[in-house]
Every structure is written in C-alpha cells, then in structure tokens.
C-alpha cells in the first residue's frame, strides 16, 4: 500500500490531535525515513511513499504514539547550530537553554583563553556549544550520570571539540574538592522540577526523561543553593555564575546568590517573557 505525504501527515495528526507540537513530530520523522528536509516535506505533499517506507515511518510513529520523545526514537536533538546525539538517561537539550548558553558565549568574548565549568552536562549541550563558539576556551564539564559522561564526549567528538573539554565524573563539585583551579565563569541548568510537580509533566517527559535530570527536590531549589554556596570557592576574582531558572524561581535563585556572596544580579527572560536566567558576579 502507498500513501503519499499530505496522507500521512492528515492521518497521523487526527490520531495524536491532542498533543502538542505533533505536527514538527510527524515531519521530523517523515524527515528521517526519507532522508530530506522540512522544506521537502512541505514542497512534495503529493510524493508518495514505498511499502519499505511506510513500515519504517510507523515504527517510529508507533513509538511516538506511547509518548516516547522524538528526540530518542530519532536520537538527535538541533541545539545551537548543531545536531546533539541524545538517548534514554540524558535529558533532551531545550531551546530556553540557548538563552544561558548565548550570553555566557557574549560574557567570555572579552576574556583572553577562558576556562569555564559546566556542572550538570547531560547530553553536553552546554559544554560543546561553548567550547565552538568560544575562541580558546577550555571547559570542564561535570555529571555524576556515566550515561551522560558517554553522550557529552560522543557530542564533543561529533562537533570537533573533544579537545577543548574534560569531562568529569563528579557530584556537583566532589571531584575538584582537591584540584587547583580558578574558574571564569561556572555555568549550570541544574534539576529545577519540584518533586510534586513531577506528577503534572507531560507523559513524554515524566517517563522517559531521567528523573535524576529533572527534580530539584522539595521545592526546586536544592541545587541552586548547593552550587552557590560552594561556587565562590572555585571562580576567579569577579568570576560569572550564570544558572537556568524554572519559571518561577528567578527571584527565590538571586536570593540565594545573593546570601553566598554575588554582586550585580541581573536576569535574562527566554522567547516567552519568561524569567529564564541568572547571573551574578562574585564579590
């Protein structure tokens, strides 16, 4: 049986109507199966597909249809310019985090050969897009997840950084405890979900991302207290700490900064007016 494109895109979207952003879902896959891009996909609505073709494409919509990202059926995310191999136990990159990413790029382009710290790495989103776009930085990029070590270095590979990063198995700050180095500047999208909000996240990412990537504790704040109290002792003199934020936690995190220690607090809103990013300096 043949369908063509324009069928497929009708038929899938009345069976998943309820989600969102199913649409960007359904191309992308079809992307995938044919090896073209979106703009192919909008151009040849009438293109029809082979038997081959339409086997793999419902695979993968199979999957889609349990509520499994499309980021790990396809396994890659476009973050910053870049594709990012992501999979089961890494959290998916988001757009809100190239809001951070952006202005600590715009931060370091006045420092001469910067080393900064990304605490948190995940799928190494962070770490790789600075160490591209910063010119003669090093970076050291700190998780306690081995999964998520393993994407960061495969990512840093794939986008021809692997030398400008370290990666680092650590708890939060554990492994420098011992080790004598200053930071410019110390980034982080740390766990910011609030353990009883967990229950009211989509499907999608409630049982397939990783817990451990997500729940800041009790009220989600458990990390930025941690990170900010230990931060000071790791940063340069007026060196940056530039946190993502959940939308609702901007001012409770400059609170925080604020009692261990920084100066000139400012906040950055992502593409929705939403408060997205703080950053402090240390005094």
């Known amino acids: 049986m043949e369908m063509t494109i324009k069928e497929i895109l009708i038929k899938s979207i009345e069976e ?40 793999r494409y419902q695979k993968m919509f199979d999957d889609r249809k349990k509520g499994r990202p499309v980021q790990y ?20 990159p988001r757009p809100d ?3 951070l990413v952006e202005e600590v790029i715009r931060l370091a382009d006045n420092l001469e050969s910067p080393i900064l710290l990304d605490i948190g790495t995940g799928s190494g989103a962070i770490s790789v897009s600075l160490a591209k776009y910063i010119k003669n930085s090093r970076v050291y990029s700190l998780d306690i997840s081995d999964t998520a070590l393993e994407v ?3 990512n840093a590979v794939n986008n021809g950084v692997e030398k400008n990063i370290t990666f680092i198995h650590s ?9 004598d180095i200053k930071f410019d500047i110390i980034v982080s999208n740390p766990p910011y979900i609030k353990e009883e909000d967990l229950k009211d996240l989509e499907v999608k990412v409630k049982e397939y991302e990783p817990k451990l990537a997500l729940v800041g504790g009790e009220d989600g704040l458990v990390f930025y207290r941690n990170i900010s109290k230990h931060a000071p002792k790791y940063l340069k003199e007026n060196g940056i700490l530039a946190y993502e934020v959940g939308h609702d936690q901007a001012e409770d995190v400059k609170d925080i900064m604020i009692e261990n220690g920084f100066k000139d607090l400012r906040i950055l809103k992502d593409l929705q007016g939403i408060d997205r990013v703080v950053i402090g300096v240390k005094i």
């Open 97 to 99: 985090t190239e809001i």
């Open 171 to 179: 708890d939060l700050f554990s492994s420098l405890e011992n080790v």
């Open 16 to 55: 998943l109507k309820d989600e969102n952003n199913i649409k960007l879902d359904i191309e992308l896959i079809l992307c995938e199966v044919l090896g073209v891009d979106r703009l192919y996909i909008h151009m040849n609505l009438n293109k029809k597909l082979n038997e081959d073709e339409i086997r």
């Open 73 to 92: 059926i396809l396994g890659k995310q476009e973050f910053m310019g870049m594709d990012f191999f992501v999979k089961e136990g890494v959290l998916i």
């Open 152 to 154: 960061g270095k495969i």
